[in-house]
């Protein structure tokens, strides 16, 4: 485990306890997406990245606070500070995922992506998305990547497994074969 996962536990632990307590997860969810979006920024990420840890984080939650204005409820500013006073504000984007792990556990969800070389029909998405959800015995959100070097087929990846079904790999695996 890595010492940023490790930071971030306690953190996305306590933020998803109090959003479920008060029955505020979608809320907290999208103060996240926004928080990301923000922390993708190439100026703030720079920022985040550069923190030493000797008061430079009072500057980057300014920034931080600022940019989500209005859209940061009193009780996420409130908990973004009390990661800044701890000097965390570089496990934010760990914060973020883990929060975002914790509630589509609980809600039994995954976010699967798929890497096609052209975007799936509906017929396609629907067949994809109910033999996933039979195989791992959750409510899938799928997400479409377009990746023109695909050439065809698809690559599935879910959490940690990755199927790949597109034409490249197999004819590597046909070529192996021949070649054994």
Known sequence: MSELTEIAQPYAKAAYDYAKENNALEQWQQMFDILDMILAQPVV???VA??????SEESEIALLLHAGGELFDQYFQN???????SRRLSALVEVSSQFRELKAELEKT???TVCVSELLDDEQVVQITQALSAKLGKSIVL????DPSLVG??????????????VISNIGRLSTNLHA
């Open 110 to 112: 995954m976010q699967v």
């Open 143 to 146: 997400e479409q990547q377009l």
């Open 79 to 85: 908990f973004l500070k009390i990661m800044a006073e």
């Open 153 to 166: 087929g698809v690559v599935i990846k879910a959490d940690q497994m990755v199927i790949d079904g597109s």
């Open 45 to 47: 990420e720079q920022a």
């Open 50 to 55: 550069s923190l030493d840890g000797e008061g």
